[in-house]
T-cell receptor
């Protein structure tokens, strides 16, 4: 088990460009989450998937953000028309939810650090 | 909504004991996570409390009082490698049970 992986680890882009990040969860995990973290803050929830279904999105998530998990395995997070305020660490986490258990522990990937110039 | 309060920064000496407190107000509550995050790295799971009381796991213990909306993380025999941010994350009771993370407590362990 290689854990949660994210690609790229770092991304520098110019304002107005689109960016896409990829997350590969732990193989048997059915839940996948995206968070955003800025310096001095805890991770802020963006969205999550149960298998391929996107079940919840934060009200803070702008229309410029979209996420997919087409086959219930890897996921992508796209940010369109990036703004300087989008600069942050984007974290992906996965967990195994079995029998509707409420205690699924999230395992985080190393994150993608986005810098918008 | 959720309101989570934990100290911004704490310092302690190697070998000592430190207690990091967290108070929370949530709309529904199921349990509470503690995560450790070293600078520039991803958070890693430390503990999960759902019932009142103390859960001990090696040098780390976590306590929960549901009625008081209060938890603490206790770190014993501090080591330099324990210097990190510690994130308190209460878990709501509705829907997906996704935890909400506090801003974290930056712990600095010095010799």
């Amino acid at each position: 088990d290689t854990g949660v992986s994210q690609d790229p680890r770092h991304k520098i882009t110019k304002r107005g460009q689109n960016v896409t990040f990829r997350c590969d969860p732990i193989s048997e995990h059915n839940r996948l989450y995206w968070y955003r973290q800025t310096l001095g803050q805890g991770p802020e929830f963006l969205t999550y998937f149960q298998n391929e279904a996107q079940l919840e999105k934060s009200r803070l998530l702008s229309d410029r953000f979209s996420a997919e998990r087409p086959k219930g395995s890897f996921s992508t997070l796209e940010i369109q028309r990036t703004e300087q305020g989008d600069s942050a660490m984007y974290l992906c986490a996965s967990s195994l939810d079995f029998s509707g258990a409420r205690t699924d522990t999230q395992y985080f990937g190393p994150g993608t650090r986005l810098t918008v110039l | 909504g959720q309101n989570i309060d934990q100290p911004t920064e704490m310092t302690a000496t190697e070998g000592a004991i430190v207690q990091i407190n967290c108070t929370y107000q949530t709309s529904g509550f199921n349990g509470l996570f503690w995560y450790q995050q070293h600078a520039g790295e991803a958070p890693t799971f430390l503990s999960y409390n759902v019932l009142d009381g103390l859960e001990e796991k090696g040098r780390f213990s976590s306590f929960l009082s549901r009625s008081k909306g209060y938890s603490y993380l206790l770190l014993k025999e501090l080591q330099m490698k324990d210097s990190a941010s510690y994130l308190c994350a209460p878990q709501g009771a509705g829907g997906s049970y996704i935890p909400t993370f506090g801003r974290g407590t930056s712990l600095i362990v010095h010799p």
